[in-house]
């Protein structure tokens, strides 16, 4: 088993596996199984509130934000750069 984690909302994989939990932490698994109650395979890499999505590709991981901006994860934990900002609708 990986994870059991009941706040996982979200999972995204390439180059990588990640999970969003719906406290806006983002978790990178680092290849160590759960074992009884303990998953130490998970590595925190942001932990903002306003993340609500999360997509990854080729080893990068990207999260949305509530107000529209995108950003991309760029290690250590809690480091990100702007990418973008979705267009509102008209």
Known sequence: ?????T???K??????LYQLHND?????FTGA???GSSCPG???????TKTVDIAADG???????????????TGPPVQREFVSR?????
Do not use: E, F
């Open 1 to 5: 088993m990986l994870d059991d984690n």
């Open 11 to 16: 999972i995204a994989a390439s180059g990588g």
């Open 86 to 90: 979705l267009a509102t609708a008209r």
């Open 42 to 48: 998970w590595q925190m890499l942001d932990n903002n």
């Open 59 to 73: 080893g990068a991981v990207y999260q949305l934000h509530n107000d529209g901006m995108i950003w991309r994860y």
């Open 33 to 35: 199984p759960c074992a």
């Open 24 to 28: 806006g932490m983002i978790w990178k």
């Open 7 to 9: 706040k996982t909302v």
